[in-house]
């Protein structure tokens, strides 16, 4: 049987409540779930209307940051004043061959991709 999607991706995060706050009030994310959890709390956040979940797990304190997620938006510009305005660190947006994309990490080191849609 085919494996047929991705469902979580798993970011290391030192702190639940600033990444929550990144995601939410920086990114507008939704949060998908908030649950207790025996190592903290299972706390999934996503783009509005995103099948795949970004779980903020706190308990990996040995896991590298993750690089090279993709992420789409229709506006680069606007996120890029968005993560300014908020002081996080990004680079772009930059017109490449393959697309328009902005590079951007989380406060905790996490690297992603954005491709203009």
């Given at each position: ?7 979580t991706v ?108």
């Amino acid at each position: 049987m085919p494996i047929s999607s991705i469902l979580t991706v798993t970011l290391p995060v030192a702190d639940q409540e600033r990444a929550l706050a990144f995601y939410t009030g920086v990114l507008d994310f939704e949060v998908r779930t908030d649950n207790p959890f025996p190592m903290g709390r299972w706390l999934t956040v996503a783009p509005k209307g995103a099948a795949t979940t970004l779980l903020l797990a706190s308990w990996f304190p040995e896991m590298p940051p993750i690089g090279g997620l993709v992420l789409a938006a229709p506006d680069l510009d606007a996120l890029a004043a968005r993560l300014r305005e908020h002081d996080a660190a990004f680079e772009g947006p930059s017109d490449e061959p393959w697309g328009r994309q902005l590079l951007f990490r989380d406060p905790f080191g996490n690297g992603f991709v954005v491709s203009q849609t």
